[in-house]
């Protein structure tokens, strides 16, 4: 079983819903927990990152994470066309403190 | 957040020959820097931590021999793919560790031939 569990998807909505990106982990040591956004043929880049439990709001991005469910999520509201990419979850602690374990990534496409 | 540059953005080179990536720490000095890999419609694999006047440390499976990390100073990693092989082909992707946290460069893409 993997550390950290994501579902690839993909996931197609319309704009403007609202999106609900979800990872598992079972790495009870984990503490920091990361978004990517990636674009194809381009480098992850960090969208929302945590410490611990609880929520975080930043635009139209909120991350949420439950330590005691070892779950976290992304939501994307007022989601637009721009919004399409594959989403990654990280996350590190521990043994694993200075590197992180990422899952496979989500792939969204928002359309038009 | 930190600023990581990569050079080159792509490379394609024959089969047997190396190929020099280079990853830069624009604005921060890295003790540490990563090396991952990405094969298309697949997540982010870790290669090896790069240290700064120390030698790199790898991950279980990748040579090292074959793919040689040197990190010279605080602000440059440089990964050689040696006597590159078309199953070498990838995104290469380099990232630093800052405040509890990663951030990658925009990575080199490599066409072996």
């Known amino acids: 079983q993997k550390e950290v569990e994501q579902d690839p998807g993909p996931l197609s909505v319309p704009e403007g819903a609202i999106v609900s990106l979800n990872c598992t982990y079972s790495n009870s040591a984990f503490q920091y927990f990361m978004w990517y956004r990636q674009y194809s043929r381009k480098g992850p880049e960090l969208l929302m990152y945590t410490y611990s439990s609880g929520n975080k709001e930043d635009g139209r991005f909120t991350a949420q994470v439950d330590k005691s469910s070892k779950y976290i999520s992304l939501f994307i509201r007022d989601s637009q066309p721009s919004d399409s990419a594959t989403y990654l979850c990280a996350m590190s602690g521990g043994a694993n403190a200075g590197k992180s374990t990422f899952g496979d990534g989500t792939t969204l496409t928002v359309k038009p | ?113």
Not at chain 2, 2 to 29: M, N, Y
């Open chain 2, 1 to 113: 957040g930190a600023v990581v540059s990569q050079h080159p953005s792509w490379v394609i080179c024959k089969s047997g020959t190396s190929v020099k990536i280079e990853c830069r720490s624009l604005d921060f000095q890295a003790t540490t820097m990563f090396w991952y890999r990405q094969f298309p419609k697949q997540s982010l694999m870790l290669m090896a931590t790069s240290n700064e006047g120390s030698k790199a440390t790898y991950e279980q499976g990748v040579e090292k021999d074959k793919f040689l990390i040197n990190h010279a100073s605080l602000t440059l990693s440089t990964l050689t793919v040696t006597s590159a092989h078309p199953e070498d082909s990838s995104f290469y992707i380099c990232s630093v560790w800052t405040s509890g946290t990663q951030y990658f460069g925009p990575g080199t893409r490599l066409l072996v031939l």
